[in-house]
């Protein structure tokens, strides 16, 4: 699943593809810094696309929230930060993806 490779001094980044679900929350174990660049549909598959640093060990746990179209979302909800929209099904189902910070 690896797209990318990215020299950064003595660091190695890599952008992984990560297979996630239209549901309320996802968690993927990654590293600190790495960051969330978009979710994709791909063969009627939704995929999220993270870059990450391959020498810092995955023990942080990046959450993705999604929420549909005319669902409600809590104002008290933790901070959000927009990530993407995907649309399923022939254009039917609207799913909206946030990173929650």
């Given at each position: 699943?690896?797209?990318?490779?990215?020299?950064?001094?003595?660091?190695?980044?890599?952008?992984?593809?990560?297979?996630?679900?239209?549901q309320?929350?996802?968690?993927?174990?990654?590293?600190?810094?790495?960051?969330?660049?978009s979710?994709?549909?791909?063969?009627?598959?939704?995929?999220?696309?993270?870059?990450?640093?391959?020498?810092?060990p995955?023990?942080?746990?990046k959450?993705?929230?999604?929420?549909?179209?005319?669902?409600?979302?809590?104002?008290?909800?933790?901070?959000?930060?927009?990530?993407?929209?995907?649309?399923?099904?022939?254009?039917t189902?609207?799913f909206?993806?946030?990173?929650?910070?």
């Amino acid at each position: 699943m690896t797209w990318l490779f990215a020299r950064l001094g003595d660091q190695m980044e890599t952008i992984w593809k990560y297979e996630i679900y239209p549901q309320v929350f996802t968690e993927i174990a990654v590293n600190e810094h790495a960051e969330i660049l978009s979710v994709k549909v791909q063969k009627e598959r939704v995929f999220v696309w993270i870059r990450v640093d391959d020498l810092e060990p995955q023990t942080f746990r990046k959450r993705i929230l999604c929420v549909g179209t005319g669902h409600p979302i809590s104002r008290s909800a933790e901070r959000l930060r927009f990530i993407d929209t995907v649309l399923m099904n022939d254009d039917t189902m609207v799913f909206h993806f946030f990173e929650v910070i």
